[in-house]
C-alpha cells in the first residue's frame, strides 16, 4: 500500500463519543502507523468497538477529529468515501450474506466494478489464503462458527484492504482454529504490508499477535495494559497521598489528593521485582509470592500475590537468573509516579 | 341434484369448454391486480424499507396509521374514488370512472398499506450486522437498501403476495370504481357477486375456482421460491 512517509496511517484527535449523552469514549490522541499490527485489549463496555467503528468510519464521533494518510476525514465527502476504500471490517460475529460463498466475497469486488474473471480469481486467493479453497458453491447459510468466521476473514481479504479491522476475531472459533485465524493474520500483515487493527479481551492473544498493545477502559486509553487495575479510593494521611485498595495503600502522587477516582493501574514494566528488600527512593515496596507464570517469546510475566496480584514483566535472562518459580519470595517496588490514576 | 353439484358441473363445462367471457373475465383480472400490485409494491417496498431502517420522531404512529390502513374497507375506497373520479368531482375531467384503471386506482390504494407494513416488519426482522456488513464492505446508501431488501427477499416477497392477494379478492371498490361493466370492468369478483345475484351459480362458481387456482399457483410459486432458499 502506498503511503505517505510523512504522515501516520491513522491520527486520532480529541475524540469524544456519546451514546445518548452518556460519554462512551474519549481520546486525546492516537496515532496508528501504516504497516503495524495494533491490538486494542479491554472488557465488555470499554468502547473497543465504538472505536473501531469510528476508525472504520461507520460511525461518526461527536467530537474531535480523524486524520487518513495526513488527510482530514470529514472534511469533504471524497475525503471519507476514498478512505473508506482502502480499509474493511470483520465483525465479531461475521454476518454472511444468504447466499453462496463466492458471492459473499464477490459482493465487494462487484462494488469496485472488477470484470467476472478478475473477481473469480481474488476470490479463489482469499479463499486458498484461509484454507478454504472447494468452499465456492457451498451455501453461506450451512457453515460451521469457524468457517463462517473464516469467510468474513476471506471476504475482507478479496478486497486487498490496507487496512484491516477485526472485532475479537478469535471470540466465537474454538481453540483448534484460535491459532490458524493468529497465523492468518499476522501473515497478511507480514505478505501484504496491510495495518491489522483488532480488539480482543484476551491479553495474552494481543502480545501474541500485535506490534503494539494498547489498553481500553471505561472508554479511556490505558496505558499500557490492564494488568495492575486497582479499584478503591484515594486517602490522604501524614504519610502522604496514597490508593486504599481496602487489601494495601499504594503511595501515589500528592496532586491526586483531591481526586474522586476509583481506579489506579500500575504499569508491569515500571515495578522492580528483587529476591531482597530493594533499597531506593521509591516509595512503594511490598512483599510477595509469585502465583503464576508465563512467557511469550523472551517476556516473563509474573504474577505475584502482595495483598493484590500484580503483574511483572521481566526478561527471560533476569528471569533465569533469579532462579524464580512459582511461590518464590520475591519484593516488589515502584515509584509513586509509575501509578496512574483513572 | 343441489345447488352446489349443479354449480360444480357448470363450472367444469365453463372451464373446459374455454368458454371465451370466463377467460376473458379471469385475463382481465389477473392484469387489474398484477399492475395495481406492481405498482404497489413500487412504491410499498421502498416506503417500508425507509420507514423500517430510519429511527425519526412519530415513527411509531407512521407504523400505527400504516396497520390501520390495512384493515381499509373496500366499499370506502371505493365511496372516496367514486368522489374524486366522478364527473363533478376533483379529478372528473380525467375520465377514469368506470374504467379498467379506476379499479387499478382502488386496487392499489387497498394493497399499498399491506406490502408497506409487512416489508416494515421485514426489515425490522432483518439481522442489523447485514446493513454494517454491507457498509463495511463500501456499499453506499442505495446498495445498502437493496442487500437489505435482498437478504430480507422472502418476506418482501410475502408482503407482495399478500397484496396481490388483497388485489385480486376484494370487490367493493371494483364494483363502484369500475361500473362492472361487462367485457370491460368486469372481474372475477364483481362477476361472482352479479352471477350470484341473478342465480347463476354454476357461472359463479367457474369463477370462484380460477381465483382459487390463481391465489393457489402464486403461493406455490412463493413456497417454493422459499424453499429453494432454505435446502440447498
Given at each position: ?13 480529541d ?11 474519549e481520546i ?6 501504516g504497516g ?5 485489549v479491554?472488557?465488555?463496555?470499554s ?9 472504520n ?20 465527502a ?44 481474488l476470490?479463489?486467493?482469499?479463499l ?5 479453497v ?5 451455501r ?9 468466521q ?24 474454538d ?6 485465524l493468529?497465523n ?7 505478505e ?23 489498553s ?26 496514597c490508593?486504599?485498595t ?33 533499597v531506593?527512593?521509591a516509595?512503594n ?22 495483598g ?7 526478561t ?27 | ?34 399492475t ?32 390501520t ?7 370506502v ?17 380525467l ?30 426482522g432483518?439481522d ?19 442487500t437489505?431488501?435482498m ?12 397484496g ?11 364494483m ?15 362477476a ?32 417454493l ?8
Open positions: 500500500m502506498m503511503m505517505s512517509a510523512r504522515h501516520p496511517q491513522f491520527e486520532l484527535l475524540i469524544v463519543h456519546r451514546y445518548d449523552g452518556k460519554k462512551a469514549l486525546g490522541r492516537l496515532v496508528l502507523q503495524e499490527i495494533y491490538g486494542f479491554g472488557p465488555n463496555g468502547g473497543k468497538t465504538t472505536l473501531l467503528y469510528i476508525m468510519l461507520l460511525l461518526r464521533p461527536t467530537e474531535g477529529q480523524i486524520f487518513f494518510e495526513g488527510k482530514p476525514i470529514y472534511e469533504g471524497n475525503c471519507r468515501s476514498s478512505a473508506q476504500r482502502k480499509m474493511t471490517m470483520v465483525l465479531q460475529n461475521p454476518y454472511l450474506f444468504d447466499t453462496t460463498v463466492e458471492k459473499n466475497l464477490e459482493y465487494s469486488l462487484k462494488l469496485r466494478g472488477l470484470p467476472r474473471e478478475k473477481r473469480l480469481g476470490v479463489r486467493d482469499a486458498d489464503e484461509v484454507g478454504l472447494g468452499f465456492e458453491k457451498r453461506a447459510r450451512q457453515l460451521s462458527g469457524g468457517e463462517v473464516l469467510v468474513g476473514l476471506a471476504r475482507a481479504l478479496a478486497l486487498g484492504p490496507g487496512v484491516l479491522f477485526l472485532d475479537e476475531p478469535t471470540a466465537n472459533v481453540a483448534k482454529r484460535i491459532r490458524q493468529e492468518i493474520i499476522t501473515k497478511i500483515n507480514r501484504r504490508g496491510t495495518t491489522v487493527v483488532l480488539t480482543t479481551h484476551n491479553l495474552d492473544e494481543a502480545y501474541r499477535i500485535a506490534h503494539r498493545v494498547f481500553l477502559f471505561e472508554g479511556n486509553l490505558v496505558s499500557p495494559t490492564m494488568h495492575n487495575l486497582f479499584k478503591g479510593a484515594i486517602r490522604t494521611s501524614p504519610e502522604g497521598t490508593f486504599d481496602g487489601k494495601i495503600r499504594i503511595q501515589i502522587p500528592s496532586e491526586y489528593k483531591d481526586s474522586e477516582s476509583e481506579h489506579a493501574t500500575v504499569d508491569p514494566d515500571e515495578i522492580i521485582l528483587s529476591r531482597e528488600p530493594f531506593s527512593s516509595r515496596s511490598f512483599a510477595g509470592a509469585i502465583v503464576q507464570i508465563s512467557s511469550e517469546g523472551d517476556r516473563v510475566y509474573l504474577d505475584v500475590e502482595s493484590e496480584v500484580f503483574r511483572v514483566e521481566i527471560g535472562q533476569s528471569f533465569r537468573e533469579m532462579g524464580l518459580n512459582v511461590r518464590s519470595r520475591v519484593y516488589l517496588t515502584f515509584k509513586a509516579t509509575s501509578v496512574h490514576i483513572l | 341434484m343441489s345447488y352446489f353439484t349443479e354449480g360444480l358441473f357448470t363450472a367444469g363445462r365453463l372451464l373446459f369448454a374455454v368458454d371465451p367471457e370466463v377467460y376473458g373475465i379471469v385475463g382481465r383480472s389477473l392484469r387489474i391486480s398484477l395495481a400490485t406492481f405498482f404497489a409494491s413500487l412504491v410499498g417496498v421502498p416506503l417500508g424499507f425507509l420507514i423500517g431502517s430510519r429511527d425519526f420522531r412519530g415513527k411509531a404512529i407512521v407504523v400505527i396509521v400504516v396497520h390502513l390495512m384493515a381499509l374497507p373496500t366499499v375506497v371505493g365511496l372516496l374514488g367514486y368522489a374524486i373520479l366522478s364527473r363533478q368531482a376533483p379529478l372528473g375531467f375520465e377514469l370512472l368506470f374504467t379498467p384503471r379506476a379499479i387499478i386506482m382502488g386496487e392499489f390504494i387497498l394493497s399499498l398499506p399491506i406490502i408497506t407494513a409487512l416489508t416494515i416488519s421485514a426489515i425490522h432483518l442489523r450486522r447485514a446493513v454494517l456488513t454491507a457498509q463495511t464492505l463500501g456499499a453506499g446508501k442505495f446498495r445498502v437498501a437493496w437489505s431488501l437478504e430480507a427477499r422472502y418476506s418482501v416477497l410475502a408482503a407482495v403476495i399478500v396481490f392477494g388483497r388485489a385480486a379478492s376484494e370487490v367493493g371498490s371494483a363502484m370504481l369500475g361500473g362492472n361493466i361487462r367485457f370491460y370492468t368486469r372481474t372475477m369478483t364483481t361472482i357477486a352479479l352471477e350470484t345475484s341473478k342465480g347463476e351459480f354454476g357461472f359463479a362458481l367457474a369463477l370462484g375456482l380460477f381465483l382459487l387456482l390463481v391465489v393457489f399457483s402464486v403461493n406455490i410459486l412463493l413456497h421460491f422459499q424453499m429453494k432458499g432454505r435446502v440447498r
